[in-house]
């Protein structure tokens, strides 16, 4: 089945940068898309970007489009997330979740990102 | 964008009985574009269903999707202790995912 491992959250303020990694194994991870997806504190799922298996097509959501990048690194078998502009609003559990442009197969146990001053 | 609504918010039932969760969109959805997702308390969402109709590797034959158009459906036939969790339906469009808020099924 495989699995996923979110790792880099932590405390941090509004307006700084923090990146995610997310280290694959137990699969072929070129030959899958892969997802960023947050919950806040309580709240439901939300969507923030997809990456196609080779890199070459990605999307976001407009609540972090412009802020958030996404990227891989297939020979390292890791996913990234790169945080810009970090509001109140991102704070969030984060999953990595592999899986096809229509759904997500496999989820990660997610790594905690609080923004706060 | 299409939004997705889920009812009930909440379902209270007994294991053994029999769980019916509708998800309806603001749009129509393909089928093929309609997901199932369960989630426990301190854990990250499974998938349970896919394609609207089609179950996830390892997933119990309890479970079963259904709907077409604007009204998708998660049954869950009987209720076993470890099924009572969350549950989110998504859809894919226009490059993004969506999901619905969550019903809660809640041991009565």
């Known amino acids: 089945q495989g699995q996923l491992v979110e790792s880099g959250g932590g405390v941090v303020q509004p307006g700084r940068s923090l990146s995610l990694s997310c280290d694959a194994s137990?699969?072929?991870?070129?030959?899958?898309?892969m997802h960023w997806v947050r919950q806040a504190p309580g709240k439901g799922l939300e969507w923030l970007t997809f990456?196609?298996?080779?890199?070459?097509?990605?999307y976001y959501a407009d609540s972090v489009k412009g802020r958030f990048t996404i990227s891989r690194d297939n020979f390292k078998n890791m996913l990234s997330l790169q945080m810009n502009s970090l509001r109140t609003e991102d704070t969030a559990v984060y999953y990595c979740?592999?899986?096809?442009?229509?759904?997500?197969?496999?989820w990660g146990r997610g790594t905690v990102v609080t923004v706060s001053s | 964008e299409i939004v997705l609504t889920q009812s009930p918010g909440t379902l209270s039932l007994s294991p053994g009985e029999r769980a019916t969760l509708s998800c309806r969109a603001s749009?129509?959805?393909?089928?093929?574009?309609l997901a199932w997702y369960q989630q426990k308390p301190g854990q990250a969402p499974r998938l349970l269903i896919y394609?609207?109709?089609n179950r996830a590797s390892g997933i119990p034959d309890r479970f079963s999707g259904g709907g077409s158009g604007t009204d998708f459906t998660l049954t869950i036939s009987r209720l076993e202790p470890e099924d009572f969790a969350v549950f989110y339906c998504?859809?894919?469009?226009?490059?993004?995912?969506?999901f619905g808020q969550g019903t809660k099924v809640e041991i009565k």
């Open positions: 137990g699969f072929t991870f070129s030959s899958y898309g």
């Open positions: 998504q859809q894919y469009g226009n490059s993004l995912w969506t």
């Open positions: 990456i196609t298996y080779d890199g070459s097509k990605k």
């Open positions: 979740v592999r899986g096809t442009l229509l759904y997500g197969d496999y």
């Open positions: 394609g609207a109709s």
């Open positions: 749009q129509s959805v393909s089928s093929s574009y």
